[in-house]
């Protein structure tokens, strides 16, 4: 058994007082102590003065096929498979060294990341949504969803339940990564999303929209998706957030994660910011909009879109953390639950990771400083933990 012990800890939803001294025992944490505990016999330590404690990090929201270039996502048709291997790697091996343990990815080129071990050594966990369910030609077509009409999308998600995906992801509005798609309209009929969201609970799968436009979202949590990715609420004059959206988003317990997080300094392709600006929408308006979203009561998640440009770098969720709290208003306990146990629960690994709680995985990470107070410390790692084994040491 060998203990990690800091002053300061964060247990995937509240501070402990008193820190922590968290037991790992082969992949599993076996017991969480106050950090002035005294250590079981036989047990060895790691002292982390200065830093604090707290589970691995969980990305709601990634794209492993996609290498955060100018064109991730253009490029996708034309890679080959060896190359989409590499590109799957790479990402993995980033998100780990910024501390990420976890991670969903909702956009698969054919079944390339599905088909890969989702637990395999040195890699953070991954769950798996395969191709996304798109409109003929629709956001991320290339990505081989294409499908029409309710009887293929029934057929679809069947088809996913069975390669063994983990949740069904559909894009129910266009995208602005996706030429020709329309960000403030639906691809799909309210009754094709109820066909899908039904399909997917039948077989068990959680289903998780994409939705930038307000019709869209409004489909989505009519049709009982169990998380929407973006909510934009964008409309053809704008952003607008209905008064009472957030409280029936809440009421629904719908999993909503803004996908914020980029690095600063940095601006999204010139094609990029063209579509945004013909579609009359900014990065700036998507934070107000995520602000009035937390404002209304939504818990939102810190998942990012890693991969998809170079303003969304994989190990980016520190990042999404930062401006949930800095520009959305989010108390920082609340932000950091976003990142951890929340977003365990919302990707449907709470009872595995997540948390520091005997018996989940030995995922951990510490940083130097206090995430409480300062965000932007959970981007400095000191110590990166994945089911049991040290991956990083700062
Ligand atoms: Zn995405």
Same mark, same amino acid.
């Given at each position: 058994m060998h203990g990690y012990r800091a002053d300061r800890a964060f247990d995937g939803e509240r501070?402990?007082?008193? =820190?922590? +001294? /968290? +037991? /790992?025992?082969?992949? @599993?944490?076996?017991?969480?102590?106050?950090? %002035? %505990?005294?250590?079981?016999? =036989?047990? @060895?330590?790691?002292? +982390? $003065? =200065?830093?604090? +404690?707290? $589970?691995?990090?969980v990305d709601t929201h990634v794209h492993l096929c996609a290498d955060g270039g100018p064109h991730a996502l253009d490029q996708l048709p034309d890679l080959a498979a060896e190359r989409l291997e590499g590109i799957v790697t790479r990402a993995l091996a980033g998100q780990l060294r910024a501390g990420v343990t976890t991670v969903r990815d909702l956009g698969d080129r054919d079944w390339v990341?599905?088909?890969?071990?989702?637990? %395999?050594? =040195?890699a953070p966990t991954v769950v798996a949504s395969g191709p996304p369910l798109t409109a003929p030609r629709g #956001?991320?077509? %290339?990505?081989?969803?294409?499908?029409?009409? !309710?009887p293929g999308l029934r057929r679809a998600v069947r088809e996913r339940a069975e390669r063994g995906a983990d949740v069904v992801k559909v894009m129910v509005s266009g995208g602005l990564l996706t030429p020709g798609t329309d960000v403030t309209a639906c691809q799909f009929s309210p009754e094709e999303v109820r066909a899908v969201v039904d399909e997917a609970h039948r077989a068990g799968l959680p289903v998780t929209a994409h939705a930038h436009a307000l019709p869209a979202v409004e489909a989505a949590l009519a049709a009982g998706a169990d998380g929407i990715e973006h909510c934009s609420c964008l409309t053809g004059a704008g952003a607008r957030v209905p008064g009472d959206l957030p409280a029936r988003l809440a009421a629904a317990g719908t999993a909503v994660c803004p996908t914020l997080g980029?690095?600063?300094?940095?601006?999204? $392709?010139? #094609? !990029?910011?063209a579509r945004m600006a013909a579609s009359g929408t900014s990065y700036e308006d998507h934070l107000v909009t995520a602000a009035a979203l937390h404002r209304g009561g939504v818990a939102l998640l810190a998942g990012t879109d890693a991969g998809v440009g170079p303003t969304k770098p994989h190990g980016g969720v520190a990042l999404a953390v930062g401006e949930l709290v800095a520009t959305c208003g989010v108390p920082a306990a609340e932000a950091l639950a976003g990142a951890t146990g929340r977003a365990a629960d919302a990707v449907g690994l709470g009872s595995r990771t997540g948390r520091l709680r005997a018996g989940r995985d030995a995922d951990l990470l510490a940083v130097d400083g206090d995430p409480l107070t300062d965000p932007a410390c959970l981007q400095r790692p000191r110590l990166v933990v994945l089911r049991g084994r040290e991956v990083l040491r700062g």
């Amino acid at each position: 058994m060998h203990g990690y012990r800091a002053d300061r800890a964060f247990d995937g939803e509240r501070p402990l007082p008193g =820190g922590a +001294l /968290v +037991l /790992v025992d082969g992949a @599993t944490i076996r017991g969480v102590q106050p950090a %002035a %505990a005294p250590a079981p016999e =036989g047990c @060895t330590v790691t002292d +982390l $003065p =200065g830093a604090t +404690l707290l $589970p691995g990090l969980v990305d709601t929201h990634v794209h492993l096929c996609a290498d955060g270039g100018p064109h991730a996502l253009d490029q996708l048709p034309d890679l080959a498979a060896e190359r989409l291997e590499g590109i799957v790697t790479r990402a993995l091996a980033g998100q780990l060294r910024a501390g990420v343990t976890t991670v969903r990815d909702l956009g698969d080129r054919d079944w390339v990341v599905a088909d890969r071990p989702r637990r %395999a050594a =040195g890699a953070p966990t991954v769950v798996a949504s395969g191709p996304p369910l798109t409109a003929p030609r629709g #956001h991320c077509w %290339a990505m081989g969803g294409e499908v029409s009409g !309710v009887p293929g999308l029934r057929r679809a998600v069947r088809e996913r339940a069975e390669r063994g995906a983990d949740v069904v992801k559909v894009m129910v509005s266009g995208g602005l990564l996706t030429p020709g798609t329309d960000v403030t309209a639906c691809q799909f009929s309210p009754e094709e999303v109820r066909a899908v969201v039904d399909e997917a609970h039948r077989a068990g799968l959680p289903v998780t929209a994409h939705a930038h436009a307000l019709p869209a979202v409004e489909a989505a949590l009519a049709a009982g998706a169990d998380g929407i990715e973006h909510c934009s609420c964008l409309t053809g004059a704008g952003a607008r957030v209905p008064g009472d959206l957030p409280a029936r988003l809440a009421a629904a317990g719908t999993a909503v994660c803004p996908t914020l997080g980029r690095l600063p300094g940095i601006e999204p $392709p010139a #094609h !990029v910011l063209a579509r945004m600006a013909a579609s009359g929408t900014s990065y700036e308006d998507h934070l107000v909009t995520a602000a009035a979203l937390h404002r209304g009561g939504v818990a939102l998640l810190a998942g990012t879109d890693a991969g998809v440009g170079p303003t969304k770098p994989h190990g980016g969720v520190a990042l999404a953390v930062g401006e949930l709290v800095a520009t959305c208003g989010v108390p920082a306990a609340e932000a950091l639950a976003g990142a951890t146990g929340r977003a365990a629960d919302a990707v449907g690994l709470g009872s595995r990771t997540g948390r520091l709680r005997a018996g989940r995985d030995a995922d951990l990470l510490a940083v130097d400083g206090d995430p409480l107070t300062d965000p932007a410390c959970l981007q400095r790692p000191r110590l990166v933990v994945l089911r049991g084994r040290e991956v990083l040491r700062g």
